[in-house]
């Protein structure tokens, strides 16, 4: 009897462990899963913000909440839509620039009065570290939607290389994201992500082509959209995408060619003719000033 007993609390712990360590490893595989999409979720194809950086931006969010700073106004429209074309730098908010800028601005003003500085150029240099922070984020556009612009080819190639191979649209982004790199690879990851996460193919394309600004892209995301709505092969859109890039890129840059002769006139009138005729009429000048 004792035995009996025994095998059937052994019998017993054995199911619960069993059933423990079974609902153990299907907590960890769904962890693991959630954590493979947050690693996604906090900034595509960039490393997770640095412990510095998030005591920075938290210290600019009481800032900005201290000084009743809130990006809910309409003139910071253009601030968060500008932040947004330049791949949101630092995940700032636009109430979190206005504040940084002040910040950058107060402390120089601080220096400028610490040291022996008269009062105008002080003011120079707090103007000069308010623009600053602009001018950055203008330059941040400038250089991220050319790094786009000429990426984009390459990258439809190699989609469209890809589809005509056999994978789904899904997989040749994944595909493409693997052998890209740069800001296009990274929106393209963030796209793939919002997909994988339930967000329609086509509100995905319509935001990635939000948050880069650049025509190209806009048009390949139309097209791929209407293909999705019209059952038309995206293989075929992607290759007369890509075709049709490339043939606006060399009409954009022969453009420039033809512009380029125009553009030297103005250095050259100004600067080059002026030292010419020094060189030339300076004796002649000089000779008539000692006869006369």
């Known amino acids: 009897m004792i035995l009996l007993i025994s095998a059937l609390v052994f019998a017993s712990v054995s ?32 490393p997770g913000t640095a412990a510095g950086g998030k005591r920075l931006r938290w210290g600019l969010t009481k800032l900005a909440t201290l000084l009743t700073v809130k990006d809910d106004r309409p003139r910071y429209q253009k601030l968060r839509r500008q932040l947004l074309l330049a791949g949101e730098p630092g995940k700032l908010k636009p109430q979190e620039f206005i504040v940084l800028k002040l910040t950058i601005s107060a402390l120089t003003f601080i220096a400028a009065i610490a040291l022996p500085m008269s009062f105008m150029v002080a003011l120079l240099l707090v103007a000069a570290s308010w623009l600053l922070p602009s001018l950055y984020l203008q330059q941040t556009i400038r250089k991220r939607q050319l790094a786009i612009t000429l990426a984009i080819p390459d990258v439809l190639d190699l989609l469209t290389v890809s589809v005509e191979a056999g994978l789904g649209f899904d997989a040749a982004v ?91 006139l103005f250095p050259l009138v100004g600067l080059v003719f002026p030292s010419l005729l020094i060189v030339l009429l300076g004796p002649s000048i000089l000779h008539f000033m000692a006869v006369f």
Do not use: C
Request: hydrophobic letters at 35%.
């Open 174 to 264: 994944a595909r493409v994201i693997e052998k890209a790199e740069g800001p296009l690879a990274e929106e393209l990851q963030r796209m793939l992500y919002e997909m994988r996460i339930g967000k329609p193919r086509r509100d995905a394309l319509r935001d990635l082509s939000e948050r880069t600004g650049v025509g190209y892209l806009h048009n390949f995301t139309t097209a791929v959209i209407q293909a999705d709505q019209l059952g038309v092969s995206i293989s075929k859109v992607l290759r007369i995408q890509s075709q049709e890039i490339r043939r606006q890129r060399r009409q954009k840059a022969e453009e420039e060619a033809m512009k380029a002769p125009i553009k030297m």
């Open 15 to 46: 199911l619960a462990t069993a059933a423990g360590y079974r609902l153990w490893q299907q907590h960890q595989l769904v962890r693991d899963r959630i954590s493979q999409y947050k690693e996604h979720e906090v900034e595509p194809g960039n």
